[in-house]
């Protein structure tokens, strides 16, 4: 990784729930916030799982496809609200809310507000298998799709045991280096404003809004922002009721 001084880390709670908007997380000296933050209970997970990190834009009156997912699914609001509809039964979540899908349930996620949402949605599934099962409708006139802001998959390798699913939204200063606490299990990054350089294993990556890249438990990644800073999503998978880094 590129040589970089690492910033002071203040310890996190081990049950993290929402932070308010402009809380400091990781210390006042780190140049990072978090504006949203989720952790839930996941369900069962294989010791090696297809992780899938999706964060979806819902302009007004946009809806997903009817479907259904084959392993957890895991949502988190980050912005406006988004409305789950299971058959008749409509319930609306609002920044720092939201649910987790049962596997083959029919449903669908859509905005019934009048300013843009986003979700991001984290997938855990077996090795191989496809995250979602798609049902084709007979409506003649289907509502607009959402637009995906950021996409990220990974093979990775999950912590023994129950598990809890961690999603953030993070927004890092402008032209900062910023060093992150190294996480007990898995996680997966997307860029959804502004850029930032990444060096993994050595080699230094640029990523862009649209761009992400995912990071093994143990591994420890500095970022350097452009002159815009940056804003992240971020799901990680840790053991239940653990705190977010070891020795934290």
């Given at each position: 990784m590129r040589p970089m001084a690492l910033l002071r880390v203040a310890a996190l709670a081990a049950a993290l729930l929402v932070v308010p908007a402009g809380a400091a997380a990781y210390g006042e000296a780190t140049h990072t916030t978090i504006t949203i933050e989720r952790r839930m209970a996941a369900d069962d997970s294989p010791p090696l799982a297809d992780l899938y990190q999706s964060v979806l834009s819902f302009e007004p009156g946009s809806w997903t496809a009817l479907?259904?997912?084959?392993?957890?699914?895991?949502?988190t609001v980050l912005r406006g609200s988004?409305?789950?509809?299971?058959?008749?039964?409509?319930?609306?979540?609002?920044?720092?809310?939201g649910w987790s899908d049962e596997p083959g349930v029919l449903h669908v996620a859509g905005n019934v507000g009048d300013v843009p949402a986003e979700l991001i949605a984290t997938m855990v599934v077996e090795r191989g298998i496809p995250p979602a099962r798609i049902v084709e409708t007979d409506e003649d006139t289907a509502p607009p799709v959402p637009d995906a802001l950021a996409m990220t998959k990974s093979l990775s390798v999950l912590p023994a045991g129950p598990l809890d699913v961690l999603e953030q939204s993070v927004t890092l200063d402008p032209?900062?280096?910023?060093?992150?606490?190294?996480p007990q299990?898995?996680?997966?990054?997307?860029?959804?404003?502004?850029s930032?350089?990444?060096?993994i294993d050595g080699v230094?990556?640029?990523?862009?809004?649209?761009?992400?890249?995912?990071?093994?438990m143990g591994a420890s990644y500095a970022y350097v922002t452009g002159e815009q800073g940056v804003r992240l999503a971020m799901t990680t998978l840790i053991p239940r009721q653990a705190s977010l880094?070891?020795?934290?």
């Open positions: 479907h259904a997912h084959t392993g957890g699914s895991y949502n988004v409305t789950l509809r299971i058959g008749d039964t409509d319930r609306t979540f609002g920044p720092g809310e032209s900062a280096e910023v060093a992150l606490p190294i299990g898995p996680r997966l990054v997307g860029v959804l404003d502004g930032l350089t990444v060096t230094a990556h640029a990523f862009e809004a649209g761009g992400g890249w995912s990071e093994p880094t070891a020795g934290r």
